[in-house]
């Protein structure tokens, strides 16, 4: 956990470094620092595991951050797995049971047990064969144990074990 709040801090500080620039920068806080291995990708998303691992979604694949240096998802997957998106990642998300899930472009959904060191394919229940479209992103929903995920077509809500309802426009 702290290592991805280090990782967090560090993208923030670029965000307040950029701006301060622009402005002018004349603050008596101290200087902000780029940290050197995330300043490297382009970071979409960040998510934390159970054992307090920063997992880093980015334009080049998903990468396990520790604070000191990026490891690939191939690395650290166990013979046998699908071989990882190496490509723009549109969601992460982790959930409750210690999992990760992916959503990468042009991909099925995607579920890391980092444990084990896993990947799967997940189809989800919910989408139905006219619903089966490109996932936009996916939004843990605390309480329940599911998600929110927004497709092409419709936006749906899917609790664990459960099949989820499709939300389209105008319903």
Known sequence: MVSCVRAVVAVARLRVSAAAVRSGGNSTDPPWTRDPVLSQVLVQQMATDRVGYC?????????????????????????????????????????GQGLLWVVADNKPLLRLDPVAGTLRETRLPILTETAQGLILFIIRAPGICGFWMAEETCLSLTPAGRTGRCFHPGS
């Open 55 to 95: 997992w880093v979604a980015t334009d080049e694949g998903v990468f396990r951050y520790d604070g000191y240096e990026l490891v690939p998802l191939r690395k650290l997957l166990r013979p046998g797995s699908p071989v990882p998106p190496e490509q723009h990642i549109r969601a992460l998300v982790a959930d």
